[in-house]
């Protein structure tokens, strides 16, 4: 894929990191139903694109530079992967177990922006691998950009905002053969409930 259509690709993933914050002030229960539907549109267009005509042509016409190899085939795309990880989430840890959507949305809006952060600067500046054909420098980008994009909704919080930084981009490294997009932001959001994360810190409770 050329410059042009990374950076295009990477534009797409950016606005699909809005979707978190826009999430906020919504009621879990509220939102719950309507984005498990937009997450399932998204898998029923990414499935069927190979096998209705009109849709393949508009898929195409749009997105035919940014595709990857399977995404053509009929894979689910990378925003879509994201959409249903974030849909799932939600579903699970704030609308039945209660936990703030803030803290959600600094997980998945700094994963999305720290990984478009990260493919860009290992692409293209990107000189000390260290796993998996990622690189020091796009790491690095993943952390900075995790961290400053999010640091602004919980400014009190920063040691734990950088945590969460941190073991996404960890855990995107080591994901061999495994859509980071899908299951990265989940495993953190896992393990910093399950682990006694404070889910209250992001809410702005606490000392």
Known sequence: ???KGEIKRKSLHLA????????????????AVPLLLFALFN????????RLAPLGRMYDFFFHDILRDHEKKGGLTGSTCFIVSLAFSHALFCTWLSMPVLYLAVIYTGFMLGDAAAALAGKYVGRIVLYNGKTLEGSLAFVAVSFMST?????NRAGQVFLISLGLCVSELVMVNLDDNLLAPLFITL???????????????GP
Request: proline share 13%; glycine share 6%; no cysteine.
């Open 191 to 205: 393990v910093f409930y399950v682990t006694g994360g404070d889910p209250t810190f992001l809410s702005g409770a």
């Open 16 to 31: 699909a990191a809005v979707l978190p914050v826009v999430l906020i002030p919504i009621p879990p229960e509220t939102a």
């Open 1 to 3: 894929m050329n410059m």
């Open 43 to 50: 898998v029923l267009m990414d499935r069927y694109k190979t």
């Open 151 to 155: 640091i602004w909704m919980v400014p």
